[in-house]
């Protein structure tokens, strides 16, 4: 049983009210706006509050409130607008306003708290700085890099985390089509040159992001080159750059990177003149994590192999996580993942690898709906395998919030009530 306070429009109020009452809760106060809350939360100790994501009942000094009485807050949106009012604020915990009380019940009774991410202006900053940026590498033979990078995306926002895609292939993007977004205008791009100019801030960042748009897992996307010719935009320092005023606005960066670490200065004798891969060195040298994809069968296997040995001559081999894709037996007999687990440890002495089955029907479903596996085939093996690849490689174990613990009389309860 937990002690609400209501603080949405009339119209949700009632259709949520009788449930709650019903599933055992106590009702300990209904609509007010946020001063009024803020008072509320003394008097009436609620454990959990709705609210409407709104500004006219939802702030960070709510928010703050709340997390330093260890009271749960519940936001409904009923606009995009709304939503991203409370992702600002760094409110992870919202509902459409037309949800039922079935959905929110698990929330309000007990489930996985996600705790706030953003308390104040100075928790803000400092937790803007520790936004982590993982790069999805792969070497050339379609492993699968934009797959994992657009899902890897998908399950980090699903877990309750702002997540910004960059797609920054310096040999042509193919996050847009693969998301169904327009590719007019490459949103990277246009990041590079801003840093380049020193106007990349979070008005311009806001602007040139595309958003996908999904239930519980909205991400923000810079969309990749339309052609592999207009490689010279993505310059070494200007992607630095950007990625940097990237991991500041957001949680998480995923980035989708170029296949090839051929220092291609060695090819010229112009030691000024732009560099093909230069992106990608940018990106893993500025990342955190680096995910190395290869694909299940002997010449995948081979070439993963090769480049693993390449990228961590470039990155700590500790930040490295290796995956292996599309695992089945037509390609490599009986016990496919045995199989890629004895190749992995003799030639490279790498025991900790991921793998991900091939799932030809839920990738054609993603493709053919512009959508993420979650959003397309959410019950898919391959969706499963990257929600616990993403879930055990790079989520931290939530730490739960805890409760005051006060108790109240029956008729103090019935007064506050009103």
């Not at 606009?79 to 991203?84: K, L």
């Amino acid at each position: 049983m937990s002690r609400l306070a209501f603080a949405v429009e009339p119209a949700a109020e009632d259709r949520l009210l009788a449930d709650a009452v019903e599933s055992g809760h106590v009702v300990v106060a209904r609509a007010m706006g946020v001063a009024e809350l803020m008072q509320a939360l003394d008097v009436v100790a609620p454990d959990v509050v709705l609210v409407g994501a709104g500004r006219e009942t939802l702030s960070a000094e709510l928010l703050e409130a709340c997390d330093l009485r260890g009271v749960r807050l519940i936001a409904l949106a009923a606009t995009d607008a709304e939503r991203a009012h409370a992702r600002a604020i760094g409110l992870h915990e919202v509902f459409d306003l037309g949800s039922s009380w079935h959905v929110l019940e698990e929330v309000v009774s007990g489930g996985v708290p996600v705790p706030s991410r953003v308390s104040s202006d100075a928790a803000r900053r400092a937790e803007r700085a520790t936004g982590s940026v993982i790069a999805v590498w792969g070497p050339g033979g379609a492993p699968g890099r934009t797959t994992i990078a657009v899902n890897l995306a998908a399950e980090l926002a699903a877990a309750g985390h702002r997540v910004a895609l960059v797609d920054a292939d310096p040999y042509g993007g193919a996050i847009a089509p693969a998301l169904g977004l327009l590719d007019e205008a490459p949103g990277f791009a246009s990041a590079c040159r801003l840093a380049g100019a020193d106007a990349l801030d979070r008005t311009e960042l806001e602007r040139i992001a595309q958003r996908y748009s999904s239930p519980r897992a909205s991400f923000d996307v810079f969309t990749g080159l339309v052609g592999p010719s207009r490689w010279p935009e993505l310059a070494r320092d200007r992607v630095a750059t950007a990625i940097g005023g990237i991991r500041e606005w957001v949680e998480y960066v995923v980035i989708d990177t170029g296949f090839s670490l051929e220092h291609d200065e060695e090819l010229t004798s112009d030691q000024f003149a732009p560099r093909r891969n230069a992106a990608t060195f940018a990106s893993l040298s500025a990342a955190d994590h680096v995910v190395a994809v290869g694909l299940a069968d002997p010449v995948g296997l081979s070439r993963l192999l090769r480049g693993h040995s390449e990228l961590v001559d470039l990155v700590d081999a500790d930040r490295v996580r290796v995956v292996v894709n599309r695992v089945r037996t037509s390609a490599l007999g009986i016990d496919a993942y045995g199989q890629v687990r004895q190749t992995m440890r003799r030639f490279s002495g790498l025991s900790d690898v991921a793998m991900l089955p091939h799932d030809g029907r839920a990738t054609d479903a993603a493709i053919l709906t512009a959508r993420t596996l979650r959003d397309a085939a959410p019950k898919s093996p391959l969706r499963t395998a990257m929600r616990d690849f993403a879930h055990e490689a790079f989520l931290p174990v939530p730490t739960p919030v805890e409760r005051r613990g006060i108790r109240f009389s029956r008729a103090s309860v019935r007064a506050a009530a009103g």
